[in-house]
């Protein structure tokens, strides 16, 4: 089949979705007010709380989400065929991301910026806010750890690429520094500056792999883990305007440049979709994902549909940036739906390839050697881009293959390959990355209201002893898991790990509509938060039982099995509290009767 017709169905349903489904959820549902003052205007300190440009807000947010997931996600469930993917990418974001994206934004922004813990702990009950708190924690860990380790395998003895996302940090430090100081309110200088120097480290980045700089680009796993650490320290402790947003909001209109200009690709190139609709692995027994379609497909293509880490960020930054809640629909909803279409890009150009070049990139040579295949392009595009791209597994590279393939078919690109290869590269890792500084953050912050109830200063998000401990015991436990870990172990659990942490946002957003009362309209969240309960709970038990209790890996069945113990609680819980204020509320008119 032709890509084109993916590209044109996804733009057309996503487009309907956003003006159809989430005007319903913005005017109905959720009954936005933009009248009213947001956390951000109420509690500006210029620190965590700073009312932000629309636009940058956006930009801050779609970045933070928008992490490894929807590039890795979808590349590695196309072992199950192109349609399975396409299908839950297209139906689950519009009636379960976005829905859940947009809610659990609008409760945190009527909560006064509180975290998803804190809001379970006001509206359920105080064992669940801890259920939650505890759940947050054990998935964030998981989380960063499952985005961090595609970068590794990514960049990994690859100095063009490491160089050029390397640079991209002291150009986000200069570009927060300009908006602060230097021209405060000039958005548009800062995205041209700001962007045309991102443009310039790729293209230095050959020029830094044939020089005397490349050992000091050069690094291996362990060392990338290392630094990727480091990294997530430095932006999680650092002022949210110096770093994090300006990074965020630079990395997203590259992104979003990226993705469009891969569509606009697509659409001159139309290449053939390579894979076919459904493969013999949608049984079980795949080199990539071990169990079959249901329910591994849904917990690996994970964020490009619904993540439960976007609650972490909707509940954690970006409502502390909101300067109007007329805004939560866009960034929200509309947040969600363009995530998606990332997804479906990244879906199509890792599907363009020979199916036996894909699954050559994907598995370690040992394990491809199985499969009994024979690789086609594989040895030619190697040579083009200049690195052996064969048995680097994570999804991330032969989505670069793929991209820099299409790209290099457009005419007068077809010399550029290894260009666009590192360019993907490091769109790639952008993405990923933004998700680490935000997720690092929002750890810190976690970490600073359970430690509060030790230690009280703790809770103080100004004290920088206690913002230097937290941040640090963030980055060290999610690197740990990186050091040791690879895909096939890291990313399941990921994967588990986001999608209940999803089913149980649902839960705390359905109890936010209950006590609303917008009861007829909770179905909304219900539904899906009850198919993705049930199936990453079934994703959960077989990874336990299949996975990681054979390997003897003890440390990811434990927690595995204490995940879905939490999350369990919690949606019971939630169910319980429902239940009380159905009943409050069917007795107010009896109650009023009577006295009447």
């Not at 913005?26 to 009954?31: P, Q």
């Not at 669940?128 to 708190?133: I, K, M, N, V």
């Not at 394990?367 to 009994?372: E, G, I, M, Q």
């Not at 209201?449 to 401990?469: A, D, F, Q, R, S």
Request: with cysteine; glycine share 10%; charged share 10%.
């Amino acid at each position: 089949m032709n890509a084109i017709y993916l590209v044109i169905i996804a733009a057309l349903v996503l487009t309907l979705a956003y003006r159809y489904y989430g005007a319903f959820m913005a005017a109905k549902v959720l009954t936005l007010d933009a009248s009213r003052t947001t956390p951000a205007v109420r509690h500006n300190d210029g620190r965590d709380y700073v009312p932000t440009n629309k636009w940058v807000t956006f930009g801050h947010h779609f970045a933070a989400i928008a992490g490894a997931g929807p590039l890795v996600g979808p590349v590695l469930a196309a072992q199950f065929g192109y349609l399975p993917g396409t299908i839950w990418l297209l139906i689950g974001a519009v009636f379960a991301g976005a829905v859940h994206d947009m809610v659990i934004l609008f409760a945190s922004v009527r909560h006064d910026g509180l975290s998803v813990a804190e809001i379970a702990k006001k509206e359920i009950g105080k064992a669940s806010g801890l259920a939650t708190s505890v759940a947050v924690l054990f998935i964030l860990v998981i989380t960063m750890a499952g985005l961090a380790i595609a970068v590794v395998n990514a960049l990994y003895d690859s100095p063009w690429g490491t160089f050029t996302v390397a640079v991209t940090i002291p150009i986000a430090i200069f570009v927060g520094l300009y908006l602060r100081y230097l021209r405060p309110g000039q958005i548009g200088e800062a995205s041209f500056i700001g962007v045309s120097l991102v443009l310039i480290g790729v293209f230095v980045g050959p020029m830094v792999q044939n020089s005397w700089l490349a050992p000091y680009f050069t690094f291996s796993r362990g060392q990338l883990s290392i630094l990727l650490a480091a990294y997530g320290f430095v932006a999680a402790a650092l002022p949210v305007w110096l770093l994090l947003a300006p990074r965020d909001y630079l990395s997203t209109y590259m992104k979003i440049g990226t993705i469009l200009a891969l569509a606009l690709g697509i659409v001159i190139v139309q290449p053939e979709i390579q894979m076919p609709a459904l493969t013999p692995f949608i049984n079980g027994g795949g080199p990539i994902i071990p169990g079959p379609v249901w329910p591994y497909m849904f917990i690996t293509i994970a964020c490009g549909a619904i993540s439960g880490f976007h609650s972490l960020i909707a509940t954690g930054t970006t409502p502390k940036m909101l300067t109007s809640e007329a805004e939560i629909r866009a960034v929200g909803f509309g947040g969600m739906l363009v995530e998606s279409f990332v997804a479906l890009m990244a879906l199509i150009a890792a599907t363009s390839l020979v199916p036996a070049d894909y699954f050559a990139i994907n598995t370690v040579p040992a394990v491809f050697a199985k499969l009994n295949m024979q690789i086609q392009d594989l040895p030619m595009l190697s040579q083009m881009v200049g690195e052996n791209v064969a048995g680097r597994p994570g999804g991330a590279v032969s989505l670069a293959v793929g991209m820099a393939h299409i790209f290099s078919k457009i005419p007068g690109l077809e010399s550029m390959l290894a260009f666009w290869y590192h360019f993907a590269i490091m769109f790639e890792a952008l993405f990923i990355l933004t998700t680490i500084d935000a997720g690092t953050r929002v750890g810190r912050y976690l970490l600073q209201e359970l430690g509060g109830m030790v230690y009280k200063p703790l809770k103080n998000t100004h004290w920088i002893p206690g913002i230097v401990l937290t941040s640090g015991g963030m980055s060290f436990a999610w690197g740990y898991l990186v050091y040791g870990g690879s895909i096939s172990t890291i990313w399941p659990l990921f994967g588990v790990a986001n999608q209940l942490l999803a089913s149980m946002a649902l839960a705390i957003g359905t109890t936010v509509l209950f006590r609303m009362g917008k009861g007829r309209y909770t179905w909304t969240t219900i539904t899906p938060m009850c198919f993705l309960a049930v199936t990453t709970v079934a994703a959960g038990y077989l990874n336990i039982t299949t996975n990681y209790l054979p390997q003897k890996n003890y440390l990811l069945a434990g927690a595995s099995a204490i995940m879905i113990v939490l999350v369990v609680f919690v949606i019971a819980d939630s169910i319980r509290v429902w239940q009380q204020i159905r009943n409050e509320q069917n007795q107010k008119p009896q109650l009023q009767q009577k006295a009447i």
